[in-house]
């Protein structure tokens, strides 16, 4: 599998497309005016301690004081035991006798701040690698809950091996991550080196800057790309900003050298988005409806609970008979439905109706085709088998916002219902309403404001409907079209 990697860089955003066998397969976009706090390190002075409330105010130079919560504390534990943060009903030393005002503190953010609400802090630092987590303050190793317990220990032991004697290695604790769990000792080795020469360059800062400095931000996409994107299949990637190429060259050169060596500088005329037409698939990947190259196409819902992706036939009408209709186009559905998950970024439950094949081998090949397509997403996914109803039920990993929820916002007209009334039914609707207001006020005329649709439907099919109701009510009822009103928005003015 062949890999490349565009970035197409501006002051306002970044933007990153994963390419694979001539297709893009990833996007990911970043606006530094969106970019959030949690993960940020900063020397922070205490500002206030309020022993009432188990809190203390952090000036880290922001425009509001941080909130650091004695829960969020770390706290050393006796000999032989890891280092962790206070837990629930576990006794805890008060925050007054842990923190003092004027202090100076290394915390980190844990929650970004949300109206009037500063930023939520902790004490106990951890860094985030590809592979690994890294925790400085601690001396444990461990593996995520997430990975099945029969590979756990095996993983723990080599993850040990690795990190060596903490006494003479550098110290601190590990936890891997859910996607190293594949991961050669190579690329683990890697990211240890990466994630200690970081807390090294936090340490100095630490010593180095006065309180109320930021010492470490968490990656910004160009550098993740490095850190997240690129491996061993990776042919190259082009970047068309050469004050970045040469930003994110050094920094690849002092931290990920192999990945470094891949970066060129794109000097072309066109703008590099258009080598592949991404812009034109960024738009495919925002609408709900993907055709396949047979004639089929999915349907693509999002909701707030879960994802639906409906297979149908389309306009393929197959060469033998209904079955092989049927089973060519769910195996080719497979590919794209894989490939659509990646590239819109879709997360947590999806419901895959495939087509109803009648044939067990041919549900047996199709669910063995999405599962070969799946190991492709370096994000963790887990699909099982065709149940009762004909549905495959999965799960894939939410690392970030999905494409539509990053680039889209709910519809002022429909608020993201996804459909409005007919203008038949806003007729109606009205009618009803005026009738309501007649029976309580006694204006000399009614006005009803209703966008053009709505005005041209009561001028000429409803134009009967609405004399009659100026009859019942005895008051004449005038129409205005708003040019900015919405096909559901009206009002009704009484004069």
């Given at each position: 599998?062949?890999?490349?990697?565009?970035?197409?860089?501006?002051?306002q955003?970044?933007?990153?497309?994963?390419?694979e066998?001539?297709?893009?397969?990833?996007?990911?976009?970043?606006?530094?005016?969106?970019?959030g706090?949690?993960g940020?390190?900063?020397?922070?002075?205490?500002?206030r301690?309020?022993?009432?409330?188990q809190?203390?105010?952090?000036?880290?130079?922001l425009?509001r004081?941080?909130?650091?919560?004695?829960?969020?504390?770390?706290?050393?534990?006796?000999?032989?035991?890891?280092?962790t943060?206070?837990?629930?009903?576990e006794?805890?030393?008060?925050?007054?006798?842990?923190?003092?005002e004027g202090?100076?503190?290394?915390?980190?953010v844990?929650?970004?701040?949300?109206g009037?609400?500063g930023?939520?802090?902790?004490?106990?630092?951890?860094?985030?690698?590809r592979?690994?987590?890294?925790?400085?303050?601690d001396?444990?190793?461990?593996?995520?809950?997430?990975?099945?317990?029969?590979?756990?220990?095996?993983?723990?032991a080599?993850?040990?091996?690795?990190?060596?004697?903490?006494?003479?290695?550098?110290?601190?604790?590990f936890?891997?991550?859910?996607?190293?769990?594949d991961?050669?000792?190579?690329?683990l080795?890697?990211?240890?080196?990466?994630?200690?020469?970081?807390?090294?360059r936090?340490?100095?800062?630490?010593?180095?800057?006065?309180?109320?400095?930021l010492?470490?931000q968490?990656?910004?996409?160009l550098?993740?790309?490095?850190?997240?994107l690129?491996g061993e299949?990776?042919q190259?990637i082009r970047?068309?900003s050469?004050?970045?190429?040469?930003?994110?060259?050094?920094?690849?050169?002092?931290?990920?050298?192999?990945?470094a060596?891949?970066?060129?500088h794109?000097?072309?005329?066109?703008?590099?988005?258009?080598?592949?037409s991404i812009?034109?698939e960024?738009?495919?990947a925002?609408?709900?409806?993907?055709?396949?190259?047979?004639?089929?196409?999915?349907?693509?819902?999002?909701?707030?609970?879960?994802t639906?992706?409906d297979?149908?036939?389309?306009?393929?009408v197959?060469?033998?008979?209904?079955d092989?209709t049927?089973f060519?186009?769910?195996?080719?559905?497979?590919?794209a439905?894989?490939?659509?998950?990646?590239l819109r970024?879709l997360?947590?439950v999806?419901?895959?109706?495939?087509?109803?094949?009648?044939?067990?081998?041919h549900?047996e090949a199709v669910?063995?085709?999405?599962?070969?397509q799946?190991?492709?997403?370096?994000?963790?996914?887990m699909?099982?088998?065709?149940?009762?109803?004909?549905l495959?039920?999965?799960?894939?990993?939410?690392?970030?916002?999905?494409?539509?929820h990053?680039?889209?916002?709910p519809?002022?007209?429909?608020q993201?219902?996804?459909?409005?009334?007919?203008?038949?039914?806003?007729?109606?609707d009205?009618?009803?309403?005026?009738?309501r207001?007649?029976r309580?006020f006694?204006?000399?005329?009614?006005?009803?404001l209703?966008?053009?649709?709505?005005?041209?439907?009561?001028?000429?099919?409803?134009?009967?409907?609405?004399a009659?109701?100026?009859?019942?009510i005895g008051?004449?009822i005038?129409?205005?079209?708003?040019?900015a009103?919405?096909?559901?928005?009206?009002?009704?003015?009484?004069?």
């Amino acid at each position: 599998m062949q890999q490349d990697i565009l970035i197409n860089w501006s002051p306002q955003e970044t933007r990153v497309a994963v390419i694979e066998h001539g297709a893009v397969q990833e996007l990911h976009i970043e606006r530094p005016l969106e970019r959030g706090l949690v993960g940020n390190v900063y020397l922070g002075r205490i500002s206030r301690v309020l022993p009432g409330m188990q809190s203390a105010f952090i000036d880290i130079g922001l425009e509001r004081a941080a909130f650091l919560h004695v829960a969020d504390v770390w706290q050393r534990q006796p000999d032989g035991e890891a280092p962790t943060l206070a837990r629930k009903g576990e006794p805890q030393r008060p925050i007054e006798k842990q923190v003092f005002e004027g202090q100076a503190l290394m915390v980190q953010v844990i929650k970004d701040p949300i109206g009037n609400k500063g930023a939520r802090l902790s004490t106990q630092i951890s860094i985030a690698g590809r592979l690994l987590v890294f925790l400085p303050q601690d001396e444990h190793v461990g593996v995520s809950q997430k990975i099945p317990g029969a590979e756990r220990d095996a993983l723990r032991a080599r993850l040990q091996a690795l990190v060596g004697d903490r006494s003479t290695g550098g110290g601190g604790g590990f936890i891997l991550r859910t996607n190293g769990e594949d991961s050669s000792d190579a690329e683990l080795a890697e990211d240890i080196a990466y994630l200690r020469k970081t807390w090294a360059r936090i340490r100095q800062a630490a010593l180095r800057l006065p309180a109320m400095s930021l010492l470490h931000q968490d990656l910004d996409l160009l550098q993740r790309v490095l850190r997240d994107l690129v491996g061993e299949h990776t042919q190259g990637i082009r970047i068309d900003s050469l004050e970045q190429f040469q930003r994110l060259r050094m920094f690849g050169q002092e931290f990920m050298p192999a990945a470094a060596g891949k970066l060129q500088h794109y000097k072309g005329e066109r703008p590099i988005f258009d080598l592949y037409s991404i812009d034109e698939e960024i738009a495919k990947a925002l609408g709900r409806r993907v055709d396949l190259k047979s004639g089929g196409y999915l349907i693509v819902d999002q909701t707030e609970a879960l994802t639906t992706i409906d297979v149908n036939t389309g306009g393929f009408v197959g060469v033998r008979n209904f079955d092989d209709t049927v089973f060519k186009t769910n195996l080719e559905a497979a590919g794209a439905i894989a490939r659509q998950l990646r590239l819109r970024n879709l997360g947590g439950v999806i419901i895959v109706d495939f087509i109803d094949m009648a044939q067990s081998a041919h549900q047996e090949a199709v669910l063995a085709e999405f599962r070969r397509q799946l190991v492709r997403d370096r994000v963790k996914t887990m699909a099982g088998g065709f149940s009762q109803l004909g549905l495959v039920e999965m799960t894939r990993k939410r690392t970030r916002e999905s494409l539509a929820h990053m680039l889209c916002e709910p519809c002022p007209a429909c608020q993201g219902k996804g459909s409005v009334k007919t203008a038949r039914s806003l007729c109606y609707d009205i009618l009803r309403e005026i009738l309501r207001e007649a029976r309580q006020f006694n204006p000399r005329e009614f006005r009803v404001l209703a966008s053009a649709q709505v005005v041209e439907l009561f001028l000429d099919e409803e134009s009967q409907h609405l004399a009659g109701l100026s009859d019942f009510i005895g008051k004449p009822i005038s129409l205005q079209a708003g040019s900015a009103l919405g096909q559901e928005q009206y009002d009704i003015v009484l004069l």
